[in-house]
């Protein structure tokens, strides 16, 4: 049905798309809250928002190294231009939703998870 170049790419990107579909998914719930007290909320919160980024930008870059056979600067890179991008994008699409904000002290935070995998890819390949 495919061969095997369009296969890879396939196998490559939907988990970047499935990663950005979740996020889609999760910015769309009104209130997403916990039920823990509001501090240990705001912090869990917080960390959901660095770890969902990083792994995010950890997929785009393993498929930007594969499937378009990028250097490994030039695929974090463009990981992290696409991370961030789609963080300023979400955080638009919070404005639309009932009960939610869009941040930019979100996207901050983000940008956080963002860059500590980015640092952690570019140190293990690195090597």
Known sequence: MFDKKTKNIIILWFPVFICCAIIYYLS?????????????????RKIAHMAEYGILTAFIFRAYLKSNGFTVKKSISFAIIFALTYAFTDEYHQTFV?????????????????????????KKVKK
Do not use: C
Not at 28 to 44: E, T, V, Y
Not at 98 to 122: H, M, T, W
């Open 98 to 122: 009932f009960g939610r904000q869009g941040s930019l002290n979100d996207v901050f935070i983000d940008s956080l998870g963002i860059f500590f995998i980015a640092f952690l890819i570019y």
């Open 28 to 44: 769309a719930i009104p209130n997403l809250r916990s039920d823990l007290p509001n501090q240990w909320d705001f912090i869990l």
